[in-house]
């Protein structure tokens, strides 16, 4: 019989996904078949899996914790904000409509069997299933026809942890506010509690630790300090989104896009002892001394073409062209630096068609197929091998595609501009590949290839593992999975 536990927060933000990445290593490195699973997430930071299909990001990094491939069984309902009020919906790695937030709640009861489905799927293959909530089940608001908390657990019949936030205040309240708004049969489900992000000495805490398993008469299983290597692993949410990253000389910077999609492509380049990346937030321009002006994914073009313009940062990238900065723009940021932006059938959001920034003579037109794919190919300037990934909807062409970045297999990817300096591509996830990152900088005039990116992430996944070995008791959690409700 498959043992099954799934991780709630008590908030948004406690730390979920890494703490669902760090038990996945845990139990795997005892030599356990283990599989993360999340029924819902909410998230424009996704991975493509080997058959094509799309996951969230964290579910991507958990399962590199547990040594398999990512599978769309990982995460089966996947939501991409496109507006304030509506995301698209993936099922099951496809996409299958774009709904507000009023209409989803109508969709939830269909979607719940393709979530059982999956779950059933990874049971079937594993020993330990490790399954994450989403935001938290405090919110109970949301209680009818839930697929990513309470109601996924008593569907599945899966016991429940709950962790807290101590870095934010309030944990005590969280953890037994929780335990007041949920009914009698949620409350059976869950078995114990974590706090996580704790600062200074765990001691400190011993009274309230105590407190709240006696209000609650949930199990405590640790007080888990800070853990420092957190931002060397890929974060999921755009509110993780570290502002900077390195000390180096060649300075790139990068618009944070109001819907900024797959953002894990700067986690390389941070982590690059030659480089400074900066994160510039809505309301500040962008520094015209930058080498490097890189514009990231969207999940919503025209959006953000026209945020881009309300921050005055059009204005920012041609006064940085002038003074010698290079442009690059990956997917949706590939998509704003050509000459027009259509979407005739209202893809994104409204339909109709507007000029992008013109720097790349090219014109996108947006399309109803999604392209969802792993992409090899091989940078045309320096010959070198790059592996990435597709997740776009759109075709872009024009004269500068005569100039490509890439070409795969006898086919141009990505586009120059005629002076060189403006460079566009759909292709994500680039700069993981140690060999592409180094080629890249280098051909920029910066140093590179000074780590081993995806060596560190494992690195960082293992001190993970080891930090919750040493504060929870994983020996409790595993009896929580096995135990029979």
């Given at each position: 019989?498959t043992?099954t536990?799934?991780?709630?927060?008590?908030?948004?933000n406690?730390g979920k996904?890494l703490l669902?990445?760090?038990?996945c290593?845990?139990?795997?490195?005892?030599g356990?078949?283990?599989r993360?699973?999340?029924?819902?997430?909410m998230?424009?930071?996704?991975?493509?899996?080997?058959d094509?299909?799309?996951?969230?990001?964290?579910?991507?990094?958990?399962a590199?914790?547990c040594?398999?491939?990512?599978?769309v069984?990982?995460n089966?309902v996947?939501?991409?904000p496109?507006?304030e009020?509506?995301?698209?919906?993936?099922?099951?790695?496809?996409?299958?409509?774009?709904?507000?937030?009023?209409?989803?709640?109508?969709?939830?009861p269909q979607l719940?069997g393709?979530v059982?489905?999956?779950f059933?799927?990874?049971?079937?293959?594993?020993?330990?299933?490790?399954?994450?909530?989403?935001?938290?089940?405090a919110?109970?608001?949301?209680?009818?026809?839930?697929?990513a908390n309470m109601g996924?657990a008593?569907a599945?019949?899966?016991?429940?942890?709950l962790?807290?936030?101590i870095?934010?205040?309030g944990?005590?309240?969280q953890?037994?506010?929780t335990?007041?708004?949920?009914d009698?049969?949620?409350?059976?489900?869950?078995k114990?509690?974590?706090?996580?992000?704790?600062?200074?000495?765990?001691?400190l805490?011993?009274?309230?630790?105590?407190l709240?398993?006696?209000?609650t008469?949930?199990?405590?299983l640790?007080?888990?300090?800070?853990f420092?290597q957190?931002?060397?692993l890929?974060?999921?949410?755009?509110?993780?989104?570290?502002?900077k990253g390195g000390?180096?000389?060649f300075r790139?910077?990068?618009?944070?896009l109001?819907?900024?999609a797959?953002?894990?492509?700067?986690?390389?380049l941070?982590?690059e002892?030659?480089?400074?990346?900066?994160?510039?937030?809505p309301g500040?321009?962008?520094?015209?001394?930058?080498?490097?002006?890189?514009?990231?994914?969207?999940?919503?073009t025209i959006a953000?073409?026209a945020h881009?313009?309300?921050?005055?940062?059009?204005?920012?990238?041609r006064a940085?062209?002038?003074?010698?900065?290079?442009?690059?723009g990956l997917?949706?940021?590939?998509q704003?630096l050509?000459?027009?932006i259509?979407?005739?059938?209202?893809?994104?959001g409204p339909?109709g068609s507007?000029?992008?920034?013109?720097?790349?003579?090219?014109?996108t037109?947006?399309?109803?197929?999604?392209?969802v794919?792993?992409?090899?190919a091989?940078?045309?300037?320096s010959?070198?091998a790059?592996q990435?990934?597709?997740?776009?909807?759109?075709?872009?062409?024009?004269?500068?595609r005569a100039r490509?970045?890439?070409?795969v297999g006898?086919?141009p990817?990505?586009?120059?501009?005629a002076?060189?300096?403006?460079m566009?591509s759909y292709l994500?996830?680039?700069?993981?590949g140690?060999?592409?990152?180094?080629?890249f900088l280098?051909?920029?005039?910066a140093?590179?290839?000074?780590?081993?990116?995806a060596?560190?992430?494992?690195?960082?996944?293992?001190?993970?593992?080891?930090?919750l070995?040493?504060?929870?008791?994983?020996?409790?959690?595993?009896r929580?999975a096995r135990a029979?409700l």
């Open positions: 019989m043992a536990v799934m991780i709630q927060g008590a908030g948004s406690v996904s669902v990445a760090g038990f290593r845990v139990f795997a490195r005892r356990l078949t283990v993360p699973f999340k029924p819902q997430n998230s424009n930071n996704a991975a493509v899996t080997p094509g299909s799309e996951i969230g990001r964290a579910q991507a990094l958990q590199m914790a040594g398999v491939p990512p599978s069984h990982m089966p996947l939501l991409k496109e507006s009020t509506g995301a698209q919906v993936v099922v099951q790695g496809k996409r299958l409509t774009t709904a507000r937030a009023r209409d989803y709640a109508a969709l939830k719940m393709a059982l489905d999956s059933a799927r990874l049971k079937a293959e594993a020993d330990l299933v490790i399954v994450e909530g989403a935001g938290s089940p919110e109970v608001n949301l209680r009818a026809g839930d697929i996924f008593q599945a019949r899966v016991p429940v942890v962790a807290g936030d870095d934010r205040g944990v005590i309240a953890i037994v506010g335990q007041a708004v949920l009698p049969d949620d409350n059976a489900l869950i114990g509690f974590l706090i996580n992000k704790f600062r200074g000495d765990p001691r805490f011993d009274d309230g630790y105590a709240i398993a006696r209000r008469g949930w199990t405590g640790g007080v888990l300090p800070w420092p957190a931002h060397r890929p974060a999921e949410d755009a509110a993780d989104l570290r502002r000390a180096g000389n790139i910077v990068v618009p944070q109001n819907r900024i797959n953002f894990d492509d700067l986690d390389p941070m982590a002892p030659g480089v400074s990346v900066e994160v510039i937030a500040h321009p962008l520094p015209v001394e930058a080498d490097l002006i890189l514009i990231p994914g969207s999940k919503s953000d073409l881009l313009r309300a921050q005055g940062w059009d204005i920012d990238i940085a062209l002038r003074r010698g900065a290079r442009v690059l997917c949706g940021g590939y704003l050509g000459r027009r259509a979407d005739p059938d209202g893809i994104e339909a507007v000029e992008g920034l013109g720097l790349l003579a090219v014109d037109v947006m399309q109803g197929d999604k392209r794919t792993l992409t090899d091989v940078h045309a300037a010959g070198t790059a990435g990934y597709e997740i776009h909807i759109g075709v872009t062409d024009g004269p500068d490509p970045l890439f070409r006898d086919q990817e990505g586009a120059i501009s002076d060189g300096r403006v566009g994500h996830g680039l700069f993981s140690d060999g592409f990152r180094a080629a280098q051909g920029l005039g140093s590179g290839g000074g780590i081993a990116y060596e560190g992430v494992e690195a960082a996944l293992d001190a993970l593992a080891d930090h070995e040493e504060h929870a008791d994983c020996d409790a959690l595993l929580i029979p």
